[in-house]
């Protein structure tokens, strides 16, 4: 810490930028193939159905984010000629624009679509009068629709808070810029020229993009996902906890083999609805988890409006890591479907015939799958 600095983080930006390129380069790789995975799998008819066409669209959010992000983090951190004038080209200006607005529109799609997978399953586990309309594709679809056409329109404001600024900057007869600091150094020895090079800053003074982006998009969604995750987290306990203490109150159950099959294969499907949900709810979480840190800056970045200290020491430095933490939370919804959704690795492994590396060893059948099988068995 420095008497004029709220945040050292100088040196951290530094470090952490050299490996940024190649970090988020890799995660942008994976996430792609990743998010295609999970669309063909998914968009398949054994697994159409509301929750999923949501993930879809989630999905398509993503592997947008991805395709966006690979070319700007090779052209800003990994290109060789990052150090030259000809890297800050008017084209690579306006592409850099068009990635910030469109990563802010991609990013609030997701998020949206995140809350409403929220409503759909806390309707769906709370068994409310609405199931119905949230059961119905055909309505989902529209949704999702209107989504991917609201979100731009709430985000367009941002746009005009981007603009491309020209500078005249000294550098070696080969565009290799100098520092203003470093002059001296090559006066009479190189004939140093000055060339014009475009930057993309961002002109907000009345803070419209704090405002906008950091407590619609972002605070105001998280409190959202936070009581929806709660009370889902809650009707599944309580779900379950009314199930237990049915099963613990049925005295002959074992006795009667008809209603036996019938409950056994009643709870399996409902095992298998819970399954589905913790999966869900470790979806929401992780997202939450990524979003959270970014709302306390954004917080603070609002806290700190008519004073510049706090975004340019603690905001802006931390910019790449907030990246990146989006980044992976795009990209790692594929490992969770495999992982805790048996469904999704018998489909993937049927659709592109291969073996799951990361796909568990046999696990033994539950009582409840168990009894599933031997019922199919005595239909047949």
């Not at 945040?7 to 942008?28: A, E, M, P, W």
């Not at 985000?155 to 491309?164: A, D, M, Q, Y």
């Not at 290799?176 to 004939?191: A, G, P, S, T």
Request: net charge positive; aromatic share 12%.
């Amino acid at each position: 810490m420095t008497n004029n600095s709220l945040c050292d983080l100088d040196d951290f930006r530094n470090q952490y930028k050299n490996i940024h390129g190649y970090l988020s380069l890799t995660v942008c790789i994976f996430g792609s193939i990743a998010n295609i995975f999970n669309i063909c799998v998914l968009r398949t008819k054994q697994m159409r159905s509301p929750t999923n066409f949501i993930l879809i669209g989630l999905a398509v959010a993503d592997l947008l984010v991805m395709l966006v992000y690979t070319p700007f983090t090779i052209h800003r951190n990994i290109d060789p000629r990052r150090k030259f004038v000809q890297h800050f080209s008017y084209a690579w200006a306006c592409f850099y624009k068009f990635h910030a607005f469109i990563t802010i529109v991609l990013h609030s799609i997701a998020c949206f679509l995140t809350i409403i997978l929220a409503i759909w399953r806390y309707i769906f586990v709370s068994k409310v009068s609405s199931h119905g309309v949230c059961s119905n594709l055909k309505y989902t679809v529209i949704v999702i629709i209107l989504t991917y056409v609201i979100a731009p329109l709430i985000c367009f404001p941002l746009f005009s808070t981007f603009e491309i600024k020209p500078y005249n900057h000294t550098c070696k007869p080969n565009g290799e810029w100098v520092l203003e600091k470093d002059i001296h150094l090559y006066e009479n020895k190189v004939n140093l020229t000055k060339k014009t090079m475009y930057v993309m800053n961002i002109n907000d003074p009345q803070h419209l993009s704090i405002w906008l982006y950091g407590i619609l998009l972002k605070f105001v969604p998280c409190v959202l996902l936070t009581v929806l995750t709660y009370k889902i987290i809650t009707a599944l306990l309580e779900t379950r906890r009314r199930r237990m203490k049915l099963l613990a109150s049925n005295n002959q159950y074992e006795e009667m083999n008809g209603k036996h099959k019938h409950n056994t294969i009643q709870m399996y499907k409902e095992n298998q609805a819970d399954r589905t949900t913790k999966m869900l709810v470790t979806v929401l979480l992780l997202f939450l988890i990524t979003e959270i840190p970014q709302v306390i800056i954004g917080i603070g970045a609002i806290g700190a409006i008519f004073g510049e200290m706090f975004l340019a020491d603690c905001y802006k430095n931390l910019g790449d890591v907030m990246d990146m933490m989006a980044l992976t939370n795009s990209a790692i919804n594929f490992i969770l479907y495999c992982t805790m959704s048996r469904q999704f690795r018998v489909t993937f492994r049927e659709m592109f015939r291969v073996k799951m590396l990361f796909c568990c060893h046999k696990r033994r059948p539950t009582p409840e799958e168990q009894g599933v099988a031997e019922t199919k068995m005595s239909l047949v």
